[in-house]
């Protein structure tokens, strides 16, 4: 259902940094790179995670309830993401432990203050 979920930036150069090392982690690459932006995904038919300068050249700003969630399959893999998204300079919004039945996940801010988790079930 979901194609891809962008978030804005106002470094590209900054945030591209962040997320290669980032989604390194779980076998994503850029998938595809743009003036205005670059995505990084596993595939071009599957969901993909892009950053962006905003189209109507105004600062990105971060949406007040927004939250991407980058789903993985196994507790170590969250756990090492959401510790290398804090050793990048993102910001801890929760570490990385369980949350309610069967839910484990880690929070945090990346670069230019977005809102992610990381997580898996069981």
């Given amino acids: ?63 007040n309830g927004v939250m991407v969630a980058i789903v993985v399959d196994t507790r170590e893999k969250v756990d090492r993401v959401h510790k290398k998204a804090l050793e990048l300079g993102a910001k801890d919004e929760g570490a990385a432990g369980p949350r309610g039945d069967g839910f484990y996940a880690g929070y945090f801010r990346d670069l230019d203050g977005n809102k992610l988790n990381v997580f898996c079930f069981g």
């Fill in 1 to 63: 259902m979901i194609g891809y979920v962008s978030l804005g930036t106002n470094d590209i150069p900054r945030a591209a940094a962040f997320y290669d090392a980032l989604l390194g982690e779980i076998g994503a690459k850029r998938l595809w790179e743009l003036e205005r932006g670059i995505a990084w995904g596993h595939a071009q038919d599957k969901p993909c995670l892009g950053i962006l300068k905003p189209f109507d050249g105004k600062p990105a700003t971060v949406g």
